[in-house]
T-cell receptor
Framework: AQKVTQAQTEISVVEKEDVTLDCVYE???????LFWYKQPPSGELVFLIR??????QNEISGRYSWNFQKSTSSFNFTITASQVVDSAVYFC????????????FGAGTTVTVRA | NAGVMQNPRHLVRRRGQEARLRCSPM?????VYWYRQLPEEGLKFMVY????????ESGMPKERFSAEFPKEGPSILRIQQVVRGDSAAYFC???????????FGQGTRLTVV
């Protein structure tokens, strides 16, 4: 069965600090997809990124970057120079190719950025 | 280009009543998914529907819960005889196909009193 673990329940930083969110996953499939979503205090889920298991290239989008390492089954997310608007719950998720519509979410990491 | 629309945003029901949650997918999307988020937890898959068909309901409780996505109109998640444990945020997502990424609505927060 697929499983996603976000060991950090809460992280608190001061503005402009970098913050890294850990995500470790388990799957028996060789083809799978990894996701990150942001849930701000208003409650909606905002899609951030989707990566497939064959693409281990790290990705950068503005202040966000992702580090995918198959060897350690991790897909970590870093926010550089954090801002108060980054305060949210961040979810990592996994779907397997045979049921790629079905996302398994981690429990989420609450990030609080203080001014 | 409206996103996934869910209504109501907040719903309060007394124990034993019925709750009906609506989801209108994004334009051009014919695949709908429902997830439930219990307090302090991540989202859990409930059901996957295409127009007039249930594709996968492996995450749905066997009793009291049902879902439909008719040919016309929104997808409906129906919870009969609600209990306090049904209090949660219910999210709907839609996609163009089963292989493309899904976009989530803002959720319906159900409170059972």
């Amino acid at each position: 069965a697929q499983k996603v673990t976000q060991a950090q329940t809460e992280i608190s930083v001061v503005e402009k600090e970098d913050v890294t969110l850990d995500c470790v996953y388990e799957t028996r499939d060789t083809t799978y997809y990894l996701f990150w979503y942001k849930q701000p205090p208003s409650g909606e889920l905002v899609f951030l990124i989707r990566r497939n298991s064959f693409d281990e290239q790290n990705e950068i989008s503005g202040r966000y970057s992702w580090n995918f390492q198959k060897s350690t089954s991790s897909f970590n997310f870093t926010i550089t120079a954090s801002q108060v608007v980054d305060s949210a719950v961040y979810f990592c998720a996994l779907s397997e190719a045979r049921n790629d519509y079905k996302l398994s979410f981690g429990a989420g990491t609450t990030v609080t950025v203080r001014a | 280009n409206a996103g996934v629309m869910q209504n109501p945003r907040h719903l309060v029901r007394r124990r034993g009543q019925e709750a009906r949650l609506r989801c209108s997918p994004m334009k051009g999307h014919s695949h709908v998914y429902w997830y439930r988020q219990l307090p302090e937890e991540g989202l859990k898959f409930m059901v996957y529907l295409q127009k007039e068909n249930i594709i996968d309901e492996s995450g749905m409780p066997k009793e009291r819960f049902s879902a439909e996505f008719p040919k016309e109109g929104p997808s409906i998640l129906r919870i009969q005889q609600v209990v306090r444990g049904d209090s949660a945020a219910y999210f709907c997502a839609s996609s163009r196909s089963g292989q493309e990424e899904a976009f989530f609505g803002q959720g319906t927060r159900l409170t059972v009193v």
